[in-house]
T-cell receptor
């Protein structure tokens, strides 16, 4: 089935650093979503993007819907310990009914 | 408060037994979903339902069954036919298809099933 390539798979950073991760697809997507999952919990929706080129912020988080509609980026500025977790991208492929999820980026922060 | 509840949080079963996982939502969402998550993996769709009394197979439906008798409830049964049932199971819901919010799925806290 349809797959999303999410990178990097894991990140080890110092508190206060900025973080960037991305998601790419070989086909066009109509929607991009970014979720965060804490250990043993369900994913929480962070940002939803619906238009190519759209740039949306949620506090220290900023996400963009790529112009080609085949990628999306998530940036976290000035990371803090509670940012630790797994970040998933998800997208709604053009012409498809179901959401497709990336494999996740595991973020670890050293205080 | 509106949200999605899943129970129990942890479930242990013997091999060969069927087990039913509960999912309830009071968000008034029409669409509901079941996903499976294995360690270090993304989410894989098991079943989904866009309306009461109707549901469709996802990518990994074999060995699972669902029902949708009420809008707010979408229980998942893991049958003995599922060869590797130990996993983290997540339920989600969203607005009806066609609306802008349809793609924004909201997740429950999950149930971790361990088959001994």
């Amino acid at each position: 089935g349809q797959q999303l390539n999410q990178s990097p798979q894991s990140m080890f950073i110092q508190e206060g650093e900025d973080v960037s991760m991305n998601c790419t697809s070989s086909s066009i997507f109509n929607t991009w979503l970014w979720y965060k999952q804490d250990p043993g919990e369900g994913p929480v929706l962070l940002i939803a993007l619906y238009k190519a080129g759209e740039l949306t912020s949620n506090g220290r988080l900023t996400a963009q819907f790529g112009i080609t509609r085949k990628d999306s980026f998530l940036n976290i500025s000035a990371s803090i310990p509670s940012d630790v977790g797994i970040y998933f991208c998800a997208g709604h492929p053009q012409g498809a009914q179901k959401l497709v999820f990336g494999q996740g980026t595991r973020l670890t922060i050293n205080p | 408060d509106g949200g999605i509840t899943q129970s129990p949080k942890y479930l242990f079963r013997k091999e060969g037994q069927n087990v039913t996982l509960s999912c309830e939502q009071n968000l008034n969402h029409d669409a509901m979903y079941w996903y499976r998550q294995d360690p270090g993996q993304g989410l894989r769709l098991i079943y989904y339902s866009q309306i009461v009394n109707d549901f469709q197979k996802g990518d990994i439906a074999e060995g699972y069954s669902v029902s949708r008798e009420k809008k707010e409830s979408f229980p998942l049964t893991v049958t003995s036919a599922q060869k590797n049932p130990t996993a983290f199971y997540l339920c989600a819901s969203s607005l009806p298809e066609g609306g802008r919010g349809y793609n924004e799925q909201f997740f429950g806290p999950g149930t971790r099933l361990t088959v001994l």
